[in-house]
């Protein structure tokens, strides 16, 4: 196998396993196994092959995607060539997301939930297989209604189950459609992802993403009529231990950051049976291992906290997103994850309380495009200090870590103003 073309290295895309994208500490090759599901064995063989082909870093991604870093142009078709033969990976053909879809990791499992998402994004990603013209980044989000709301997580399209065998849909920040019954869902997300490709290819300059649609072409996708908002719902438990169908359980595990040493993981399941745990990504950086009974399911856990990985919901390195940054990466101008464990610390009491936090090395905001309660974005050094927006928001500040730190503890304004927001559960 050759080594992709450099123009297939840019930034600023979605890397895939065929086609990595260049940072600071080499390739990074995107994963996206079959059906995105593991066994423990399939996830030992990836950190395995991390080790020997990348840099023994493996990452998840805010979409829920496994991540290799480190990959030369050496080291990438051996790569391939074991991740295809072992049916590590999944690739279709064409320009378009690699994974359309993102769902609970509980989904298909969870006794809270109103539908098996897992089943309904399996059948949209088949439909979205067909079509051309779509964007790599598109991303449906598909809630099932259960007790893991996926409220925090920004789409293009919205399917949310409000009750048995119903749906609303979103199209952006668009108002809320539907009902969609659910034995029509399928076919209602052809069409609107179908016309979507039509006017991106009729207008390619102008139209990349669903919110550069105007209201009437978004309206145009659909014949749905608007419906009431949904209600919000109780902010989602992200690690621990879940009860599942069939009596059995799930035990949810956050990755620092997103990032860990491929050893660790290997450790982590060195000890489970091949089919003693069914694995899936979770979009809170993080894997769920599902079909423990409760001792097992307990004790994974207690190994898990003692690697040094996520398993208390209020681990304030929950609440923080954190790319790479400098020098994994070359655009980056700041040490965004060195950084993020300091801050992690210094604001533990008001992560617990619910603020959010996004520490970016650059405007692209690669870990978390939406908006956070306090924002963060390298600039030489030193972070442009954004309060309750996106990183290309305009900053109140531009402060070094150490300034930072200082006017984030308790008395000083930045600190007064995270409180404000812990106060009244509002963000912005």
């Known amino acids: 196998m050759n080594a992709p073309p450099k123009e297939e290295l840019r930034r600023g895309w979605c890397p895939s396993t065929l086609r990595p994208m260049e940072t600071g500490d080499g390739w990074l090759v995107r994963l996206h196994p079959p059906g995105a599901r593991l066994t423990p064995a399939q996830l030992r063989r990836i950190a395995a092959l991390a080790t020997e082909h990348g840099n023994g870093l493996v990452e998840i991604s805010a979409r829920a995607n496994l991540q290799i870093r480190g990959v ?89 189950c409000i009750g048995a065998g119903r749906l609303a849909l979103r199209i952006g920040e668009s108002p809320w459609l539907g009902p969609v019954a659910q034995a029509e869902a399928v076919t209602v997300m052809e069409a609107i992802l179908r016309g979507f490709a039509r006017l991106r290819s009729a207008a390619p300059d102008h139209i990349r993403r669903m919110r550069d649609l105007s209201p009437v072409a978004l309206a145009g996708l659909t014949g749905l009529p608007e419906t009431t908002a949904p209600a919000a719902r109780p902010k989602p438990r992200r690690v621990g231990l879940f009860a599942a ?10 990755l620092p950051f997103g990032r860990c040493p491929a050893a660790t993981l290997e450790r982590l399941v060195a000890g489970l049976e091949t089919d003693a745990a069914e694995i899936r990504l979770s979009p809170w950086r993080g894997l769920a291992f599902r079909g423990f009974d409760r001792a097992r399911a307990e004790a994974f856990l207690m190994l898990a906290g003692d690697l040094g990985l996520i398993t208390r919901d209020d681990d304030p390195r929950l609440s923080v997103q954190a790319c790479a940054g400098s020098p994994a990466c070359s655009r980056a101008e700041a040490s965004t994850m060195a950084d993020a464990a300091v801050l992690a610390e210094a604001t533990a009491g008001l992560l617990a309380g619910g603020v959010t936090l996004h520490v970016s090395g650059c405007v692209k905001a690669c870990a978390h495009p ?10 030489e050094g030193r972070y442009d200090v954004v309060p309750g927006g996106t990183t290309r928001d305009k900053p109140v500040a531009t402060l070094d870590l150490s300034a930072l730190l200082t006017r984030l503890q308790p008395g000083e304004d930045i600190h007064a103003r995270l409180k404000a927001v812990r106060s009244t559960g509002s963000q912005g």
């Not at 949209?124 to 991303?139: F, H, N, V, Y």
């Not at 939406?370 to 600039?379: E, H, I, M, P, S």
């Open 72 to 160: 030369t142009a050496e080291s990438h078709p051996k790569l391939v060539e074991r991740l295809l033969a072992e049916r590590l990976v999944d690739e279709p053909d064409g320009d378009g997301p690699q994974r359309l879809t993102l769902v609970s990791p509980l989904a298909g499992r969870d006794p809270t939930s109103l539908l098996d998402a897992a089943a309904l994004a399996a059948e949209i990603e088949l439909r979205a297989r067909t079509l051309s013209g779509l964007p790599a980044k598109l991303c449906v989000v598909i809630d099932d209604g259960g007790a893991q709301a996926l409220d925090g997580f920004a789409s293009d399209i919205r399917l949310l």
């Open 245 to 254: 169908a069939l009596d059995r359980f799930a035990a949810l595990i956050g």
């Open 370 to 379: 939406a908006a956070a309660d306090l924002t963060l974005v390298g600039r």
